[in-house]
């Protein structure tokens, strides 16, 4: 078990400029999560796939912002004319959710800084 | 959508204190997470609750749920500077919806 694995660890972009995150799951994990956190805030749900289906997105997730999980592997999360507003960190977590649900396990995060 | 609160928002103890962590959801909890955070980094599972009632430790870590109040508690006995962090609840559905943090200093 290698753990959640993010790439890459920091990115700083200028506005406008397009950025894309990869996040690898644990290998047997069925769900992939994506959330974003801005400083003194809990982190905040964006996107969550069940094998290669993308299943919720939620409002925070403007038309800017595209994620894809291709073959139900590794995901990546794609921000297009960044703003700003942008900045945050991108936490990418999974899970093996059967019968029930079980913890989410997070990757340690891309930290986004748009200038 | 599901809120939950957090208190305090953050605390500052001395080392071999005990301190306690609250979380207080909008609605009924039917799984309830905590989790640690060191600042930059990402989220480490602490434990699982999913039962009223249940109460789980780890260590010096002991969280409990509480169903009819929609609250659940974490307890850390004779803290230690390794415990200093942020603490974060959270709420599971399809997702997990988290509160704002607790942010933990330990005074050695």
């Known amino acids: 078990d290698t753990g959640v694995s993010q790439d890459p660890r920091h990115k700083i972009t200028k506005r406008g400029q397009n950025v894309t995150f990869r996040c690898d799951p644990i290998s047997e994990h069925n769900r992939l999560y994506w959330y974003r956190q801005t400083l003194g805030q809990g982190p905040e749900f964006l996107t969550y796939f069940q094998n290669e289906a993308q299943l919720e997105k939620s409002r925070l997730l403007s038309d800017r912002f595209s994620a894809e999980r291709p073959k139900g592997s590794f995901s990546t999360l794609e921000i297009q004319r960044t703003e700003q507003g942008d900045s945050a960190m991108y936490l990418c977590?999974?899970?093996?959710?059967?019968?029930?649900?079980?913890?989410?396990?997070f990757g340690n995060g891309t930290r986004l800084t748009v200038t | 959508s599901q809120e939950l609160e957090q208190s305090p928002q953050s605390l500052i103890v001395q080392e071999g204190k005990n301190l306690t962590i609250n979380c207080t959801s909008s609605?009924?909890?039917?799984?309830l997470y905590w989790y640690k955070q060191k600042y930059g980094e990402g989220l480490i599972f602490l434990m699982m609750l999913q039962k009223g009632g249940e109460e789980k430790s780890h260590e010096k870590i002991t969280a409990k749920l509480d169903e009819k109040k929609q609250q659940s508690s974490l307890h850390i006995t004779a803290s230690q500077p390794s415990h200093a962090g942020i603490y974060l609840c959270?709420?599971?559905?399809?997702?997990?919806?988290f509160g704002a943090g607790t942010i933990l200093r330990v005074k050695s």
């Open positions: 959270g709420a599971r559905g399809n997702k997990l919806v």
């Open positions: 609605k009924t909890l039917y799984g």
């Open positions: 977590a999974s899970s093996l959710d059967r019968t029930g649900y079980s913890p989410l396990h």
